[in-house]
């Protein structure tokens, strides 16, 4: 009897224990890893083909755009070739040289035409009542021109055939250079066309050009094959393709930044040696590429120069 109630009295004290529940498979965060890919996915995209516009840049930083190669250490200086050396310290010997500015400076027009100057009388009354401030040079490459003006007779200088597109196009403004340069009084270089007119009074043009101490050039990347296309791994290791340049051949100059023009030879011959200037059209006409020999030659210059790059017109 004792012992039956014992068991009883411990069966009712007992507690059964709950079993093992049944819980349901736990979701994956599916959500989370679709979104992980995409963004990896537009990161990599990103790299690959990087945004062209400054607005764009301004999605992934701060800063604008920046490449991979921008992150990394900066590459080690080449040497220099022998040629490189010389032209770098003329080059900077002309450039330290302080401009001379007195009231005999004057400004030099030169006329790159084929004949003779539509609008030469035009120009007579830009110039008139300003002499001793001005100088005129014409260089006439297909037939001697006949003169209606006072201040174009006997300004023709020994001039030579020019054809567009090609090495001699640079030839005959490097001549016109040096025919204005024998003058010491010349302080600013204008090049210009037969089709070129004044569009502002004389004293405003010579105050603003004899008052500034920048050249006016033309130049910008073009990565077509009017540009960058026509690049060549020849003109290496004095050109490189991320300096190649390209643009209109008219300009505006300074006296220290036409001498380094003129006595340029070691940039001038690559290009002339390697710069091919003619291009097949689709028709089957033969065109040029907007005086390419001038434009990028000029544009490898205008980098070593560190000038400002930019269009100027009267």
């Known amino acids: 009897?004792?012992?039956?109630?014992?068991?009883?009295?411990?069966?009712?004290?007992?507690?059964i224990l709950p079993g093992p529940r049944h819980r349901p498979p736990l979701r994956r965060p599916m959500w989370i890893i679709i979104l992980v890919l995409l963004v990896t996915l537009f990161l990599i995209c990103a790299y690959m083909y990087p945004p062209q516009s400054s607005a764009a840049c301004y999605v992934f930083s701060s800063r604008g755009c920046m490449s991979i190669t921008d992150w990394l250490p900066p590459a080690p200086a080449r040497e220099f070739t022998d040629e490189e050396l010389a032209s770098h310290v003329v080059i900077k010997d002309i450039l330290n040289s302080p401009p001379i500015l007195s009231h005999k400076s004057k400004i030099a027009f030169m006329f790159l035409t084929p004949g003779s100057l539509p609008f030469e009388k035009l120009w007579e009354k830009f110039f008139h009542g300003h002499e001793g401030k001005f100088s005129v040079y014409v260089h006439a490459s297909k037939e001697k021109p006949v003169h209606v003006s006072r201040y174009f007779v006997n300004r023709d200088i020994r001039s030579d055939q020019v054809i567009w597109g090609k090495i001699s196009m640079v030839d005959a403004e490097r001549r016109l250079l040096a025919y204005a340069l024998q003058d010491p009084d010349n302080q600013h270089f204008v090049l210009l066309s037969d089709s070129c007119v004044p569009l502002h009074r004389f004293e405003y043009i010579y105050d603003y050009l004899m008052h500034t101490n920048i050249s006016f050039v033309d130049c910008f990347q073009d990565p077509g094959p009017h540009g960058n296309g026509r690049y060549s791994e020849h003109m290496l290791p004095e050109i490189e393709k991320k300096d190649f340049r390209k643009?209109?051949?008219?300009?505006?100059m300074k006296r220290q930044?036409?001498?380094?023009?003129v006595a340029d030879n070691l940039y001038y011959s690559k290009f002339r040696d390697y710069c091919k200037m003619?291009?097949?059209?689709?028709?089957?006409?033969?065109?040029d590429v907007l005086g390419y020999y001038s434009q990028v030659w000029r544009g490898a210059i205008v980098l070593l120069m560190n000038i400002t790059c930019r269009p100027f017109s009267l």
């Open 1 to 15: 009897m004792k012992t039956g109630q014992a068991w009883r009295v411990g069966m009712a004290d007992m507690q």
């Open 247 to 252: 643009g209109a051949q008219w300009f505006s």
């Open 257 to 261: 930044h036409a001498v380094i023009v």
């Open 278 to 287: 003619w291009l097949k059209a689709p028709i089957g006409i033969n065109v």
